[in-house]
């Protein structure tokens, strides 16, 4: 057994793509972990690649799923060893759990937050949602404003479900904060807390799919958005976010998985990004996790899942970088509009 011979056979009539090295990164998974979920977040290979990877590993003999267990057989122990893999180290910093941040003056208003995040209404399916932990969101804001993009700043959010404008506005920093977002229940929700509160957030209700209102185009210093993932979906969040923006020197940030996402499509993105006239000045990976959303058992990778646990609400395996750009030159953007459905692709797994 080579390899390759196991690639050709994961890649007969996949519509992912799938490389060698996925092969290596699942074996080094398998080695470290022996549940579904732990593989998939250690691999780091996009699920619908990982899955067939498995069934090829099973059908060779490799791998076995064994009550619920995915079991590296005696010969896939041997084959790892023979290609000198070992088990994935994470290797994750215990005190900031990888993020590179420290909540700082946002941890003031983390209970607020918290407070506040309870009533939120539920993820669903219809628009891809899935939101992060509160914890997540609040090092979201931190790592912001710790890189000049939120004191005194005007920040507009493009889809919302993370409640990053709540938490920013909290914060009392930043001069301004806009949210668009196509689901009612959210707009209704965002728009009563900035009430109640007195944040400065004004709240409208946006199909992104249609081109920004004219009161909108650049006119921001920063934009979040966590698009969806299929490549259409996040161009259509990427050009809306970068053409909000006023020119160099603002910022945007984006999240993007390994999940739903080659490095193929990685490399798509960081083209456009770059020919968009913005610079990716850094990207953290794993740096959000997501609470699991109540449709998890109807999401598109279900059925293709070597053996079906659903996990806890907060057993986290769905994590995305955190990708901040700044505009250079420009923002070079044409602003077209969209139709159908930008949620799915081959590589979506989660819609
Ligand atoms: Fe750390």
Not at 35 to 46: A, G, K
Not at 101 to 119: C, E, H, M, Q, S
Request: hydrophobic share 45%.
């Amino acid at each position: 057994m080579t390899l390759k011979e196991i690639v050709e056979r994961a890649r007969k009539g996949a519509a992912v793509p799938i490389v060698e090295r996925d092969v290596e990164r699942a074996l080094s998974a398998l080695l470290a972990s022996e549940d579904i979920w732990r593989v998939i977040d250690l691999s780091q290979v996009p699920v619908m690649a990982l899955v067939r990877v498995l069934a090829a590993l099973k059908d060779t003999g490799l791998l076995a799923w064994d009550g619920g267990r995915l079991v590296l057989t005696q010969r896939g122990r041997e084959f790892a060893a023979s290609l000198g893999i070992g088990p994935r180290l994470e290797l994750k910093c215990p005190h900031c759990g990888g993020r590179g941040t420290f909540l700082g003056p946002v941890a003031d208003i983390a209970d607020k937050f918290k407070d506040i995040a309870r009533n939120r209404p539920e993820a669903i399916q219809d628009y891809d949602q899935g939101y992060v932990t509160e914890e997540t969101t609040l090092h979201r804001v931190a790592f912001m404003w710790s890189r000049g993009d939120l004191k005194g700043k005007e920040l507009i959010v493009l889809g919302d479900d993370d409640l990053v404008s709540i938490a920013a506005a909290l914060t009392r920093a930043p001069k301004r904060v806009v949210v668009l977002e196509i689901d009612r229940r959210l707009v209704d929700f965002i728009r009563d807390v900035a009430r109640g509160e007195g944040l400065p957030i004004e709240v409208a209700q946006h199909d992104l799919r249609e081109p920004l209102p004219p009161d909108i185009a650049r006119g921001f210093d920063a934009f979040f958005c966590d698009p969806t993932e299929s490549l259409r979906g996040f161009m259509v969040f990427a050009e809306r976010g970068i053409a909000a923006l006023k020119g160099p020197g603002a910022a945007g940030y984006l999240g993007l998985t390994h999940c739903e996402a080659s490095y193929g499509k990685w490399r798509e993105i960081q083209r456009f990004l770059l020919e968009a006239g913005a610079v990716i000045a850094e990207l953290r990976d794993a740096f959000h996790d997501y609470v699991n959303w109540p449709y998890i058992d109807h999401m598109r990778s279900w059925p293709h899942l070597p053996v079906h646990r659903i996990p806890g609400r907060e057993e986290i395996w769905y994590r995305s970088a955190l990708i901040r750009i700044e505009v250079v030159d420009g923002p070079h953007i044409e602003e077209r509009r969209y139709e159908g459905d930008i949620f799915s692709d081959e590589e979506a797994a989660t819609t």
